[in-house]
Each structure stands twice: as structure tokens, then as C-alpha cells.
């Protein structure tokens, strides 16, 4: 059996909002083992949901670029806040999206191109940059859509500078219909989508694992209100319902109306563009996800330099 450190203890706290001792008992039922202990504690109700650890602390800039039927976000990250705000940083991050645009989303295969007027591949281009600026930094990740007729919007949450800031979104809307007026839907979406973050498209693209993880939590806290097989059976179809409502795009209600699914939304959009719509992709980029940055104790740092 692992042993339960405090260390441990504390991660499943923090990742939860659960108390101490709900947390050690978790991990005691299932060896120590942190995201079964997670679904543990969904099962009891003593946890609303895996939350993460610590907080998104990774800096730099997101920045999306479009033009007509594509449209690329990418991220590349830095030490601190203050680089986001310089100008050969944003004027680096804008050439690597408009570069993406261009080459696609290989980010091994745009390290290599050649960065845009500079004569030099964009990993030597930013190794410059690094030592220009004195700080590390990194491209992270890029993703471009794209579609045969119709466009791709982008929209960039709390700019900046144009096209640039800490969330970016792209939508993607097929049809033959007027383009301008789908810019507008598309825009109106990429703001729902930066305010609601959907993990999926729809219901069919939602992660086998992911699915199969939240049945098997709902299926035992449904069981554990003593209700029959039967009950229990419509008792999760009820719940998975609601849970493609909070992740999938188009199962939410649109932020902007709070009334109409974006699956309705993009259906009625039809007559008013002159043609029929169908949302084929998005892409969510918030700066940092996912990355957990160091914590740092100060006043250990300082007692171990004095008793260095």
C-alpha cells in the first residue's frame, strides 16, 4: 500500500476543496492512487469536481490571426507578466501567428521555418530574443482551422495589443452564405466560446475515457440514494445530459440570448445568411492552462541562502 504523506494529503485537498480527513481517506480506499481518490470523494458528494492545483501561473501572450476561410491561435509563453508588454515580444508572437497561418501548426515544423523578414529560422530568431531580453521563453503550442467555404472568426479576450492577449478563440462556420454577416456570428460565438469554455464540439467528440469516468462517478452516487436499477438507469441519462450541456459547444445556451442552444443558434443563422451553417471546429487558448507553476516558499528561500 502507497503510503499517504501529507504531501499527498494536501495535493487531493487542493485539487478538490475537501477536508483533511475526507481527503486522507480517500487515498486510504484506493492506495494512495490521486484521481481515483478524486472520484472517492465525487462519489460521497464530498468533492463538487476535480479541481486543479495551484494556479495558472505561466506568462506570456496568446494570439490569434484569421484571414477569410482560416484562422490560427497560438501561445508562446514567458517568465513574467512585464515581457507580455513588450513590444518585440508581441511583435515576435504576431510574426509566429501570421507564420502559422501561412505554414500550419507543426510547432517543430515553424521552429524550423524561416521567421517572417528575418533571415533566420524562428528558434533562432527567439534564441535572440531570449538573449535580448534576458528571459526564457518558449512556443507552447499552435492550432489552425480551417474551412473550404465560408469563415473562420477569431476573437482575442481583454486585447492587449491587436490580436493579442491572454485568451484567444477561433470558430469555424461553413457555408456559402454572405461572409460578413457569418463574421459576425462567428464573432458573437468566439465570445461565448471564451466565456463558457466548452471542452468539446458535441456529444459524439466527447473523450471515450472522460465519458466513460463520469458515468461510473453519477452511476455511483445515483446508486448510493438506494433508488431501483431502473430509476438509477434514467437517473444518469438525466445527469449525462446536463453534463453535454456544460461541455459541449453546441449543447450550451448561448451566453448572449440565454435562451437557445449554439446548435439552434447556427441552425436559425441560416436565413439570415442566405445559406446553411454548420460550426465545424473552435479552438480555446487561455495563457498558461495547464502549466502549474512553482510555488516558492520566500521565507525558506531566504533561511536556506543565510544558512548557506
Avoid at 102 to 127: H, I, M, N, W
Avoid at 227 to 242: L, N, Q, Y
Wanted: charged fraction near 25%; charge should be negative.
Amino acid at each position: 500500500m502507497a503510503e499517504i504523506t501529507a504531501a499527498l494529503v494536501k495535493e487531493l485537498r487542493e485539487k478538490t476543496g475537501a477536508g483533511m480527513m475526507d481527503c486522507k481517506k480517500a487515498l486510504a480506499e484506493v492506495a494512495g492512487d490521486i484521481e481515483a481518490a478524486i472520484d472517492w470523494l465525487r462519489t460521497k458528494g464530498l468533492a463538487a469536481a476535480a479541481k486543479k492545483a495551484g494556479r495558472v501561473a505561466a506568462e506570456g501572450l496568446v494570439a490569434v490571426a484569421a484571414s477569410g476561410t482560416k484562422g490560427v491561435a497560438v501561445e508562446v509563453n514567458a517568465e513574467t507578466d512585464f515581457v507580455a508588454r513588450n513590444d518585440q515580444f508581441q511583435g515576435f508572437v504576431s510574426g509566429f501567428a501570421q507564420l502559422a497561418l501561412a505554414k500550419g501548426d507543426d510547432v517543430e515544423a515553424l521552429k524550423a521555418a524561416e521567421f517572417p523578414g528575418a533571415g533566420k529560422s524562428t528558434q533562432e530568431q527567439l534564441t535572440a530574443l531570449i538573449a535580448t531580453i534576458g528571459e526564457n521563453m518558449n512556443i507552447r503550442r499552435a492550432k489552425r482551422l480551417e474551412v473550404s467555404a465560408g469563415v473562420v472568426a477569431s476573437y482575442v479576450h481583454s486585447a492587449i495589443a491587436p490580436g493579442l492577449g491572454k485568451i484567444g478563440v477561433l470558430v469555424a462556420l461553413e457555408s456559402t452564405g454572405d461572409v460578413a454577416k457569418l463574421e459576425a456570428l462567428g464573432k458573437q460565438i468566439a465570445m461565448h466560446v471564451a466565456a463558457a469554455n466548452p471542452l468539446f464540439l458535441d456529444s459524439s467528440s466527447v473523450d471515450a475515457s472522460a465519458l466513460e469516468r463520469e458515468k461510473a462517478v453519477l452511476t455511483e452516487q445515483a446508486l448510493a440514494s438506494g433508488k431501483p436499477a431502473a430509476v438509477v438507469e434514467k437517473m444518469v441519462e438525466g445527469r449525462i445530459r446536463k453534463y453535454y450541456e456544460e461541455v459541449c459547444l453546441l449543447d450550451q445556451v448561448f451566453v448572449i440570448d440565454q435562451e437557445n442552444k449554439i446548435s439552434k443558434v447556427v441552425e436559425n443563422a441560416a436565413k439570415d445568411v442566405g445559406a446553411p451553417v454548420k460550426l465545424t471546429g473552435f479552438a480555446r487558448f487561455a495563457l498558461g492552462e495547464g502549466i502549474e507553476k512553482e510555488e516558492k516558499d520566500f521565507a525558506a528561500e531566504v533561511a536556506a541562502q543565510l544558512g548557506g
